[in-house]
T-cell receptor
């Protein structure tokens, strides 16, 4: 049984560009959350999607947006990239909204130059 | 708003020695508490969680944690550390109410194990 799959695993972008990260949740999970983990820091909550809607949002600017598709997969989009957006982006899925039984993916390492 | 403090950035222990990683939280109500482990290049793996009931919680890989409300702590322990336990450990608190499902993490503690 595949867990949470994230793609790509690594990418390098230039400041000012836009990026899209992708996440496929664990089979049977319908809720997806995204976290940003800067180097040497703990993960920070970006937002959570359920039933194709953003249900909760952390303290991140509007440059960060997302989407959830009918098959529960999700995308994280970041516009106007800043050097400070360089981080590991983690996707986590859970069986239903409000459940803390998260499964985390291995993440996408984004480097902004 | 909830917060988590892990006072120790880096801990080094010898293989076979006991381990305690500290975690202090701030939250207005009864917290949902978690310990995760992250190996290099990997995502987070749940070690154990506390929601209610017995304050001593057993987890995977021989880890346990004790919830102490009076000290706002949820320290992680292991009686005998193995070289494979070397990793980064994160304590997290889960919100209730309208923020149910959101995790707030500490900064992490890097564990080095000497042979």
């Amino acid at each position: 049984d595949a867990g949470v799959t994230q793609s790509p695993t690594h990418l390098i972008k230039t400041r000012g560009q836009q990026v899209t990260l992708r996440c496929s949740p664990k089979s049977g999970h319908d809720t997806v959350s995204w976290y940003q983990q800067a180097l040497g820091q703990g993960p920070q909550f970006i937002f959570q999607y359920y039933e194709e809607e953003e249900r909760q949002r952390g303290n991140f600017p509007d440059r960060f947006s997302g989407h959830q598709f009918p098959n529960y997969s999700s995308e994280l989009n970041v516009n106007a990239l800043l050097l400070g957006d360089s981080a590991l982006y983690l996707c986590a899925s859970s069986p239903y909204i409000g459940d803390y039984g998260y499964t985390f993916g291995s993440g996408t390492r984004l480097t902004v130059v | 708003a909830q917060s988590v403090t892990q006072p120790d950035i880096h801990i080094t222990v010898s293989e076979g020695a006991s381990l305690e990683l500290r975690c202090n939280y701030s939250y207005g109500a009864t917290p949902y508490l978690f310990w995760y482990v992250q190996s290099p290049g990997q995502g987070l793996q749940l070690l154990l969680k506390y929601f209610s009931g017995d304050t001593l919680v057993q987890g995977i890989k021989g880890f346990e944690a004790e919830f102490k409300r009076s000290q706002s702590s949820f320290n992680l322990r292991k009686p005998s550390v193995h070289w494979s336990d070397a990793a980064e450990y994160f304590c997290a608190v889960g919100a209730g109410g309208t923020s149910y499902g959101k995790l707030t993490f500490g900064q992490g503690t890097i564990l080095t194990v000497h042979p």
